[in-house]
Nanobody, 115 residues
Framework: QVQLVESGGGLVQAGGSLRLSCVAS????????MGWYRQAPGKQREAVAA???????NYADSVKGRFTISRDNAKNTVYLQMNSLKPEDTAVYYC?????????WGKGTLVTVSS
């Protein structure tokens, strides 16, 4: 059974930083592309960042230069370091991966950025 468990969300002032973590189980973590998504109130879920098993990264334009995705295959964990946070970064952040035709999601962690 695939499980993705996010942590690290919280309330932070604009300009501050947070680091999200996602621990995965039930998958061959080291070969999977891992991604972070977010969904703000009243908006559709959007991709934030992704990292392949080879270390290739991709970021949404809105977070380039501020967010950094990384992974520790020994710990089956993917991270999202978020710096220079803005109120518009407020959202529930989800970890995701795919295995074959199946897409798996965590339950999310809430990030609230106050102005």
């Amino acid at each position: 059974q695939v499980q993705l468990v996010e942590s690290g969300g919280g309330l932070v002032q604009a300009g501050g930083s947070l680091r999200l973590s996602c621990v995965a189980s039930g998958i061959a973590f080291s070969i999977n592309t891992m991604g972070w998504y977010r969904q703000a109130p009243g908006k559709q879920r959007e991709a934030v960042a992704a990292m392949t098993n080879g270390g290739v990264t991709n970021y949404a334009d809105s977070v380039k230069g501020r967010f950094t995705i990384s992974r520790d295959n020994a710990k089956n964990t993917v991270y999202l370091q978020m710096n220079s946070l803005k109120p518009e970064d407020t959202a529930v952040y989800y970890c995701a991966t795919a295995a074959g035709a199946e897409r798996y999601w965590g339950k999310g962690t809430l990030v609230t950025v106050s102005s």
